[in-house]
């Protein structure tokens, strides 16, 4: 294959693979793009990107990189030792991931449920903490996560931020949960309000809030069961 020499550094800046992946994310690359971010260099008849484009057309599809070896990526020009190891880590790692199953935290079965299972983690705290649970389909749990921390009487917290979890982690419902220093759990009107905007934000985009726990001192409150979710 014949390739034309052209200079990375000619290569204009919003075009590198680099400066793509952090502008559009890694889905927009193309293949030869997404390779290029990995070989780093070229050579000196090839620039990184042609040498990458050089390499897929080398094989007839991806899939047949599955199981390339060390000795057939060196018998390509431009591709020595180095850059072959790197690249069979970094397609034996693909697969791990590819491979690797969600990890679960326990399926929800109850406010009670939820309530017994976070007394340990959040009673008992000097400070205000906000913890998000994030739900899939079956109401299993495939994250748990500190959202926010407050001072002894108040957290700040905002429904986006809470949400923005639920999107990334792809989550199909979420409850949220907060401690009371105080040891009493009784909902204070900012709980009754902030409850009440995570339920509206919810309808919105499609992800319900099941439940907001108020951890106390031994004890907790369910505002579902209040009736205010």
């Known amino acids: 294959m014949k390739v034309t020499t ?31 971010i990995l070989l780093r260099t070229g050579t000196r008849e090839m620039n990184v990107l042609q040498l990458s484009m050089k390499v897929l057309s080398e094989f007839d599809n991806l899939f047949m990189l599955r199981h390339v070896t060390v000795e057939e990526l060196v018998s390509i020009e431009g591709i020595g030792n180095a850059k072959a190891i790197e690249m069979i880590a970094a397609i034996e790692f693909g697969n791990r991931v590819a491979r690797a199953s ?31 649970l994030y ?22 917290a905002h429904p986006r931020e809470i949400y923005r979890g639920a999107v990334k982690y792809a989550a199909a419902r979420i409850i949220i949960a907060h401690n009371h220093p105080s040891g009493n759990p009784e909902p204070s009107e900012a709980d009754l309000s902030f409850t009440k905007r995570m339920t509206k934000a919810g309808e919105m985009i499609g992800i319900e809030l099941l439940d907001h726990i108020i951890i106390g001192e031994n004890t907790y409150v369910s505002l579902k069961e209040y009736g205010i979710i």
């Open 135 to 156: 739900l899939n389909t079956k109401n299993e749990i495939i994250k748990k996560e500190i959202v926010f921390k407050g001072s002894l009487n108040s957290s700040v």
């Open 6 to 36: 052209q200079k990375f550094s000619d290569v204009p800046e919003q075009s590198r693979p680099r400066e793509r992946l952090t502008e559009y994310g890694a889905k927009a690359l193309a293949n030869h793009e997404l390779l290029a």
């Open 102 to 132: 969600q990890i679960k935290e326990g399926t929800v079965t109850s406010s009670s449920f939820v309530g017994t299972l976070l007394q340990e983690e959040l009673g008992g705290l000097q400070q205000e903490h906000v913890m998000a």
